[in-house]
């Protein structure tokens, strides 16, 4: 078992492969797709239901760690406005770790 980077959208697309069955894939996907709008959405546009079924696989077996892309990066948390040190000593308020709305 090892641990990977795998981008949020195929992460999403994990979840609305297992939500749904064969026949509503392709349409959640490109709705998905269409929301989302990334630049590469034609290669995740190949990821008919078949493949994506040879990917969780791989994943369920493989994988024992799955880290978004730049989701978990420090700088997605840092509090551009605050000053990274007060008197020497580390802001604390560099950091905001909250979540949606209680940003």
């Known amino acids: 078992m090892f641990g990977s980077g795998i981008s949020y959208l195929t992460v999403d697309l994990i979840k609305i492969w297992k939500s749904c069955g064969e026949e509503d894939f392709a349409e959640r996907r490109d709705r998905y797709l269409a929301a989302e709008n990334p630049p ?10 078949d493949r994506m079924k040879k990917i969780v696989r791989f994943v369920d077996r ?9 989701e978990m990066k420090m700088e997605i948390y840092f509090n551009r406005d605050q000053p990274a040190f007060i008197d020497d000593e580390v802001n604390t308020r560099l950091f905001n770790f909250r979540c949606g709305a209680d940003q």
């Open 40 to 49: 590469d959405a034609g290669y995740y546009r190949q990821l008919d239901y």
């Open 62 to 70: 493989y994988l024992d760690s799955v880290t978004p892309e730049n």
